[in-house]
């Protein structure tokens, strides 16, 4: 905030404070997080210290994050932690793999801790994390029409429904009668009838890509 006064412009500062409490604080942080901290965590304590050294204070923001990074190395925490990953097998490892193919296909939720989950085996999210990842309705809708058999079976004659509301290539073949070709195993949609089908039209030379919930059994001649 600055003013005038006469010819000079002043402009008001705000004094640095110490806080050696605030120092000691962070510093006692950092070292009980030497191995339980990820990379950025540890830097980040870095630029607060420094901030808390240079300044005597934190901003709203700063104060948040490590108010949760203190929470984080909380001694009932971690034990709940640990009693969370001896609990992880592979049941919980399939459903968590479920949920990040589904969030990779459904973004932007999620994108960090699903790229996360593909790419490291030895990563075990967090018991909150995974029940937020997992256990909402999207996913286990998604669950139940994955494990659920498909309606139509490969060399299965069927029809495209006249919806006008069909979406994709296969719009132009309503009405049509068409021949399953391939059947999608895994779903990554919460919508009923997502599977997805390669089918060929009767007489085409090329399949198209299209959902269950446009197809039906044809009429028997």
Do not use: C
């Amino acid at each position: 905030m600055g003013y005038y006064h006469g010819r000079r412009y002043l402009r008001t500062r705000t004094k640095r404070q110490d806080n050696p409490e605030l120092v000691s604080r962070i510093e006692q942080t950092a070292a009980r997080g030497i191995s339980g901290l990820t990379d950025w965590e540890r830097n980040f304590l870095g630029s607060l210290l420094d901030a808390a050294k240079k300044w005597g204070r934190l901003t709203a923001k700063q104060h948040d994050v490590l108010q949760r990074i203190e929470k984080k190395l909380d001694p009932e925490v971690q034990a709940a932690r640990q009693v969370w990953n001896e609990a992880w097998d592979e049941e919980k490892r399939q459903a968590a793999l479920f949920a990040a193919n589904y969030y990779k296909a459904n973004p932007p939720y999620f994108s960090d801790a699903a790229n996360r989950i593909l790419t490291d085996e030895s990563y075990i999210p967090s018991e909150k994390l995974f029940r937020k990842m997992v256990e909402n309705k999207y996913v286990q809708r998604a669950i139940d029409h994955a494990n659920s058999e498909p309606l139509y079976e490969v060399g299965t004659l069927v029809t495209v429904r006249n919806n006008r509301n069909i979406g994709g290539t296969v719009y132009r073949l309503r009405g049509q009668d068409v021949l399953v070709l391939d059947v999608q195993q895994s779903v990554t949609s919460a919508t009923k009838g997502a599977r997805q089908y390669t089918v060929l039209p009767i007489g085409a030379a090329h399949p198209v890509t299209t959902e269950e919930r446009w197809l039906k059994r044809a009429k028997k001649s």
